[in-house]
T-cell receptor, first 109, second 110 residues
Framework: GQSLEQPSEVTAVEGAIVQINCTYQ??????LSWYQQHDGGAPTFLSY????GLEETGRFSSFLSRSDSYGYLLLQELQMKDSASYFC??????????FGTGTRLLVSP | NAGVTQTPKFQVLKTGQSMTLQCAQDMNHNSMYWYRQDPGMGLRLIYY???????DKGEVPNGYNVSRLNKREFSLRLESAAPSQTSVYFC?????????FGEGSRLTVL
């Protein structure tokens, strides 16, 4: 079976740094993606890691360790607009993407 | 550039009724997907189509059928709706790196 684990909720204050972890057990692995979803909206792509290491895109960074079946999303200089749900997703095959259950991030002033 | 367009955005059905969710993309992507999202369950893959003329089952295909009408369009059909199919349905298309999602179709089955 496929299993992706993320914390259900994380809280932080504006300007802080927060890390959202994802551990996975899947039958195949081609890469780890992160998506953001605001309430009532569609998921939007944030990052993709196929190889071990850190990928940085502006205030967001994503890390992957394939040997540990682990990754994280790092959000820096938090803003109120970052309040949303964040999903990790594993490409288990050429076409298939399996999503975690999501982490709700609440940013307070 | 519209991206991925889904219709309808909202629908209420009675148990046993049928309906089709429509999806179209204008990004010339080969792959298209249907996901459902339930509270606390994340996104679960129903069906996908790697290219025009092909479809494959995902994690939760029971109770659904799909048609890849052409490269642009991928429809999802509920033949006999059940309350367990109350959900938000997302269509997506993929370029090699990422999925592009539509705005979702909110379906309630009474």
């Amino acid at each position: 079976g496929q299993s992706l684990e993320q914390p259900s909720e994380v809280t932080a204050v504006e300007g802080a740094i927060v890390q959202i972890n994802c551990t996975y057990q899947t039958s195949g692995f081609y890469g780890l993606s992160w998506y953001q979803q605001h309430d009532g909206g569609a998921p939007t792509f944030l990052s993709y890691n196929a190889l071990d290491g850190l990928e940085e895109t502006g205030r967001f960074s994503s890390f992957l360790s394939r040997s540990d079946s682990y990754g994280y999303l790092l959000l820096q200089e938090l803003q109120m607009k970052d309040s949303a749900s964040y999903f990790c997703a594993v490409r288990t095959g050429f076409q298939k993407l399996v999503f975690g259950t999501g982490t709700r991030l609440l940013v307070s002033p | 550039n519209a991206g991925v367009t889904q219709t309808p955005k909202f629908q209420v059905l009675k148990t046993g009724q049928s309906m089709t969710l429509q999806c179209a993309q204008d990004m010339n992507h080969n792959s298209m997907y249907w996901y459902r999202q339930d509270p606390g369950m994340g996104l679960r893959l129903i069906y996908y189509s790697a290219s025009e003329g092909t479809t494959d089952k995902g994690e939760v295909p029971n109770g659904y059928n799909v048609s890849r009408l052409n490269k642009r369009e991928f429809s999802l059909r509920l033949e006999s709706a059940a309350p367990s199919q109350t959900s938000v349905y997302f269509c997506a298309s993929r370029d090699p790196g990422e999925l592009f999602f539509g705005e979702g179709s909110r379906l309630t089955v009474l």
